[in-house]
């Protein structure tokens, strides 16, 4: 081994010639994949916005609407049954 291979190596290497390695802890696993996840909700929120077909409060609305519209959907097509009490027999309300 020249010198020039041994200023190509670096801290891994060396380690790896004594029969040593690094241990990765699990608090910088962690905070690695958080960071990550972190970058990835920014730029996912951010393109988000850009591609928006509508105003935000409008947006809202619709959402709203149609989870509105897909609740009394299912309730209909379960002959209102999911809003029954089984002991009772009447009716009871979700919130």
């Known amino acids: ?17 004594l029969g040593l390695q690094t241990k990765s802890s699990t608090s910088a696993l962690v905070l690695g994949t958080l960071g990550t996840f972190g970058v990835g909700l920014l730029v996912g929120a951010g393109i988000g916005l ?16 149609r989870l509105r ?11 209102g049954v999911a809003g029954r009490d089984p002991l009772s027999g009447s009716t009871s309300k979700p919130y």
């Open 50 to 65: 850009l591609l928006a077909p509508k105003p935000g409060r409008e947006l809202r609305d619709d959402i709203r609407e």
């Open 69 to 79: 519209r897909n609740a009394e959907d299912a309730d209909e097509r379960l002959g």
């Open 1 to 17: 081994m020249n010198f020039k291979d041994l200023r190509d190596l670096d801290k891994d290497d060396l380690l790896a010639m």
